[in-house]
């Protein structure tokens, strides 16, 4: 979402135009799932993908006729044809799609360019509620917006009272998807749920932070670094992170968290460290990990009144990171990142080949039958 918005402000300060396309719901086996999104310029450049590669050359041709007319529209893909030369010749996927296109066209007064613009920037710091009709006999209906708040209590201001009943039902369940609006309305609706991307916060700016800020931004995380050693804390060392923040030793800086902020210890000093942990363990963040051997943790939790007996001690990940066998500052970042990826989207983490209903594991263990023979 932060590389789209980058892309979409390029855009309105050149005077471009652009499409943003969102997966509406998907069957089977697909690259991506509903609510992903990716975007197209009038300058024909890509910014994020929908598949592997599958359809992302046949959405440009819509480009041009989309920004052209201003109206949004829905178009399919199935993958499943075993007959259908352009899609069923090993392109990755072995499923159905569809997908919305909508124009962005900053240029126009009219308020759904502004709406875009605020949804986009609002999702980078707060979880945020998309209601949009994706299709409907009346033309005109179609790509009308609505942002809500999912924290707030007050019933949201929305044009149809059959679109509202429906959305206060499902509000809860947080999960992007398609609804029927029947009755007189006979509208096609598309229910998002948005939160901010993960925020990355290292304190400790050493020279093994700098793969793991590498890697983070990588995936368009925010990043924060902070250090009390103004050498360390630079733009130079650290050109990708969002924040870098120097505090005066023996000093914990204030900082603010979401639902979605990662922190990460590795001063490698351990007093420092142990400020530190006292101080975030009074915050709530999405996933605590302290640098180093589960021994030099214990040791900072039992010389501190502050640390010992604490009933968050449960949330430190110590030592931190998958064991992916890694020796290198780069392999040790990607372990730690794999480890926060998990909590982030609720992975496993098993390898894929052994996820329940996975056929791929099935053929492995007819091979491995085969060659036991």
């Known amino acids: 979402m932060i590389a789209i918005y980058q892309e979409m402000q390029r855009c309105k300060c050149n005077g471009l135009k652009g499409v943003i396309g969102t997966i509406l719901s998907t069957e089977g086996s697909t690259y991506q799932k509903a609510g992903a999104k990716c975007f197209i310029s009038e300058d024909g450049l890509l910014t994020g993908l929908l598949s592997g590669g599958c359809v992302e ?3 440009k041709e819509y480009v041009h006729e989309i920004i052209a007319t201003g109206f949004p529209r829905i178009v399919h893909y199935d993958f499943q044809d075993e007959g259908d030369i352009v899609w069923g010749l090993g392109l990755g996927c072995n499923g159905k799609m569809n997908i919305f ?63 509202l009943h429906d959305y206060l039902v499902k509000r809860h369940t947080k999960k992007n998807g398609l609804s029927f609006i029947g009755g007189n309305l006979n509208l096609l609706v598309f ?53 870098i923040i120097v505090y005066p030793a023996g000093k914990v800086p204030e900082i603010t968290i979401n639902q979605n902020s990662y922190i990460i210890l590795m001063t490698h000093n351990f007093i420092q460290d142990q400020m530190i942990l006292e101080d975030v363990l009074k915050m709530d963040p999405a996933y605590l990990g302290v640098l180093g ?24 990940h110590t030592p931190i990171g998958l064991d992916l066998g890694s020796k290198t500052p780069e392999e040790i970042a990607l372990s730690i990142l794999a480890e926060i990826m998990v909590t982030y989207r609720g992975g496993t983490a098993s390898r894929l080949t052994e996820v329940k209903g996975d056929t791929s594991f099935c053929l492995q263990k007819e091979r491995e039958a085969i060659l036991n023979q």
């Open 191 to 243: 229910y998002e749920y948005t939160t901010p991307p993960p925020h990355l916060i290292i304190y400790g700016a050493g020279p093994d932070a700098m793969p793991l800020v590498r890697m983070a931004k990588l995936l368009h995380w925010q990043i924060t670094v902070l250090d009390y050693r103004t050498s360390f804390a630079s733009k130079q060392n650290f050109p990708d992170a969002d924040d």
């Open 57 to 59: 050359g046949d959405l």
């Open 293 to 316: 051997p589960r021994k030099r943790t214990d040791e900072l939790i039992r010389t501190s009144q502050l640390l010992s007996g604490n009933p968050k001690l449960y949330q430190i």
């Open 101 to 163: 296109l909508e124009p962005y066209l900053p240029d126009q007064n009219c308020g759904k360019p502004t709406i875009i613009d605020t949804f986009f920037s609002a999702v980078q710091m707060k979880p945020v509620h998309r209601i949009t009709i994706v299709d409907s006999l009346d033309t005109s209906l179609l790509g009308t917006t609505w942002l809500v708040d999912p924290a707030s209590k007050d019933i949201p201001d929305i044009r149809f009272n059959e679109i």
